[in-house]
């Protein structure tokens, strides 16, 4: 088995650190930001620092792969989040109505989901990666540069551990990058002589608004329409979370500067109210201060294979520190332990003997199983982020794409048809890819079929320029 560097100790790096250790490697995980998980929910939310992660008290959501993992693959993490108070929750069951959802179904477990506040849930996670044997995580341990030994390819460098911000060298067998958005591994890539890795960087363009609630009895508000919905130049996000608590989030483009307004928590509030659909989610105590704000954020794509040739061996990076885009459709966690898994598959089919033939393997198994998604969410971005800048102009956005077309139009279908419902459901809680969904015909052209109107099909709210009037008043 293999003595494996894990650098970042966020949900995908723990989560990645438990799933290798049950396959008897020796893992160390290496986190910058000092503070130990706190051993109860309130204290997770209110007291621990994770300065290394900007989102950490904006909305989450934790979505059914996510979940679906955790119970195949880390049963014990599964059982301490509830035991901590995480919500599970199946929409086909508790949510939609039957007269949408067609009655239950053989199979709709798997649109389970089982969620809570970012800080309650890495909490747990890293108490369980604690106590498991095999992983041992080093807090408060910063890390400074990629330690190399001798080329298992000529002109290619080999990493064999890493050195820390006190000198300390710790070697390995494999490095796993899972700093997340911030990663250094370019530049740690640069100093020991390898090619930057080729990147595709753009501003995803969006900037959000988030607070988060409590109800006095437990219960949650009742959900009139899609956790992320888009009305106009704006999008709402309503999450529920762990023990009685949700969030709240507006999301809208960074360029559309009147909204920068909605820092202010009058006027994030006259905004939301505003939504006939969400308003209701207000009606319960805040427990934070003021409105988090999560803007600058990057869409991004690293490759580490160029010209069919690794930039280096013996390092990987999964999750963010591969490839990120806009947290809005809450993907990131489910991509991330989908990434682990991959590591870990490939792990166990081709091993560490051969560093060159290890490195291109999981670049390929990342391209056909992972990337994908990136894909996916990303173009959906894009295509959202010029809706928005088409509406603030007075326009409409008609791209002459026939993905885009088809995703509407199942969105429109979805409380019309129940298998159109589902196929939504897949897309949205990352069980199956637009393009895997759209493979079948018949279901694409009965979406097309029943959601034609769905420039029609939208959610109340504000017009423009009442929007305008609500921020600036």
Same mark, same amino acid.
């Given at each position: 088995?293999?003595?494996?560097?894990?650098?970042?100790?966020?949900?995908?790096?723990?989560?990645?650190?438990?799933?290798?250790?049950?396959?008897?490697?020796?893992?160390?995980?290496?986190?910058?930001?000092?503070?130990?998980?706190?051993?109860?929910?309130?204290?997770?939310?209110?007291?621990?620092?994770?300065?290394?992660?900007?989102?950490?008290?904006?909305?989450?959501?934790?979505?059914?792969?996510?979940?679906?993992?955790?119970?195949?693959?880390?049963?014990?993490?599964?059982?301490?989040?509830?035991?901590?108070?995480?919500?599970?929750?199946?929409?086909?069951?508790?949510?939609?109505?039957?007269?949408?959802?067609?009655?239950?179904?053989?199979?709709?477990?798997?649109?389970?989901?089982?969620?809570?506040?970012?800080?309650?849930?890495?909490?747990?996670?890293?108490?369980?990666?604690?106590?498991?044997?095999?992983?041992?995580?080093?807090?408060?341990?910063?890390?400074?540069?990629?330690?190399?030994?001798?080329?298992?390819?000529?002109?290619?460098?080999?990493?064999?551990?890493?050195? %820390?911000?006190?000198?300390?060298?710790?070697?390995?067998?494999?490095?796993?990058?899972?700093?997340?958005?911030?990663?250094?591994?370019?530049?740690?890539?640069?100093?020991?002589?390898?090619?930057?890795?080729?990147?595709?960087?753009?501003?995803?363009?969006?900037?959000?608004?988030?607070?988060?609630?409590?109800?006095?009895?437990?219960?949650?508000?009742?959900?009139?329409?899609?956790?992320?919905?888009?009305?106009?130049?704006?999008?709402?996000?309503?999450?529920?979370?762990?023990?009685?608590?949700?969030?709240?989030?507006?999301?809208?483009?960074?360029?559309?500067?009147?909204?920068?307004?909605?820092?202010?928590?009058?006027?994030?509030?006259?905004?939301?109210?505003?939504?006939? %659909?969400?308003?209701?989610?207000?009606?319960?105590?805040?427990?934070?201060?003021?409105?988090?704000?999560?803007?600058?954020?990057?869409?991004?794509?690293?490759?580490?294979?160029?010209?069919?040739?690794?930039?280096?061996?013996?390092?990987?990076?999964?999750?963010?520190?591969?490839?990120?885009?806009?947290?809005?459709?809450?993907?990131?966690?489910?991509?991330?332990?989908?990434?682990?898994?991959?590591?870990?598959?490939?792990?166990?089919?081709?091993?560490?003997?051969?560093?060159?033939?290890?490195?291109?393997?999981?670049?390929?198994?990342?391209?056909?199983?992972?990337?994908?998604?990136?894909?996916?969410?990303?173009?959906?971005?894009?295509?959202?982020?010029?809706?928005?800048?088409?509406?603030?102009?007075?326009?409409?956005?008609?791209?002459?794409?026939?993905?885009?077309?088809?995703?509407?139009?199942?969105?429109?279908?979805?409380?019309?048809?129940?298998?159109?419902?589902?196929?939504?459901?897949?897309?949205?809680?990352?069980?199956?890819?637009?393009?895997?969904?759209?493979?079948?015909?018949?279901?694409?052209?009965?979406?097309?079929?029943?959601?034609?109107?769905?420039?029609?099909?939208?959610?109340?709210?504000?017009?423009?320029?009442?929007?305008?009037?609500?921020?600036?008043?």
């Amino acid at each position: 088995m293999a003595k494996v560097v894990i650098v970042g100790a966020g949900v995908i790096g723990l989560g990645t650190a438990m799933l290798l250790a049950q396959d008897g490697h020796d893992v160390t995980v290496f986190e910058r930001d000092p503070a130990p998980p706190p051993s109860s929910a309130p204290d997770a939310w209110k007291v621990w620092e994770r300065r290394g992660v900007n989102q950490f008290r904006l909305p989450h959501a934790f979505l059914a792969r996510f979940r679906q993992i955790l119970d195949t693959e880390l049963p014990k993490v599964s059982r301490a989040l509830e035991a901590a108070g995480a919500l599970r929750m199946n929409y086909v069951r508790s949510v939609l109505p039957e007269t949408v959802t067609g009655g239950w179904r053989p199979g709709d477990e798997s649109y389970e989901l089982l969620t809570g506040r970012r800080s309650v849930t890495e909490a747990v996670l890293a108490t369980v990666a604690e106590g498991t044997a095999g992983v041992s995580i080093r807090r408060g341990t910063a890390v400074a540069a990629l330690e190399t030994g001798a080329p298992v390819v000529p002109g290619i460098p080999h990493v064999n551990g890493l050195r %820390l911000q006190n000198g300390t060298i710790v070697h390995a067998d494999l490095v796993v990058d899972v700093a997340g958005r911030r990663s250094a591994l370019p530049a740690w890539l640069a100093e020991i002589g390898a090619r930057r890795p080729s990147e595709e960087l753009a501003d995803s363009g969006f900037v959000y608004f988030g607070r988060h609630f409590r109800s006095a009895d437990g219960t949650l508000p009742a959900q009139f329409g899609p956790a992320l919905m888009h009305i106009g130049t704006i999008s709402s996000l309503s999450l529920p979370a762990d023990n009685g608590t949700w969030s709240l989030g507006i999301v809208t483009t960074s360029a559309d500067r009147a909204l920068l307004a909605l820092r202010d928590p009058t006027r994030w509030e006259a905004v939301v109210r505003s939504l006939p %659909l969400v308003a209701h989610w207000l009606d319960g105590e805040p427990i934070d201060v003021g409105v988090k704000v999560m803007a600058k954020l990057e869409d991004r794509y690293r490759g580490f294979v160029i010209d069919g040739e690794p930039v280096a061996t013996g390092v990987v990076a999964i999750g963010d520190s591969w490839a990120c885009s806009n947290p809005a459709n809450g993907r990131g966690a489910s991509i991330g332990m989908l990434h682990a898994q991959v590591l870990r598959d490939q792990l166990r089919a081709v091993g560490l003997g051969d560093p060159k033939r290890f490195a291109e393997a999981f670049y390929i198994a990342t391209a056909e199983t992972v990337e994908p998604w990136y894909r996916a969410t990303f173009a959906q971005d894009r295509h959202r982020l010029h809706e928005v800048e088409a509406a603030i102009r007075g326009d409409i956005y008609d791209p002459g794409d026939p993905l885009y077309e088809a995703e509407k139009a199942l969105a429109a279908a979805g409380p019309r048809d129940p298998d159109c419902l589902r196929a939504g459901l897949d897309i949205r809680l990352v069980l199956r890819r637009p393009d895997e969904v759209f493979a079948d015909s018949a279901l694409r052209e009965r979406a097309l079929e029943l959601g034609e109107d769905w420039r029609e099909d939208t959610p109340p709210g504000p017009t423009r320029e009442e929007l305008l009037s609500l921020v600036g008043s």
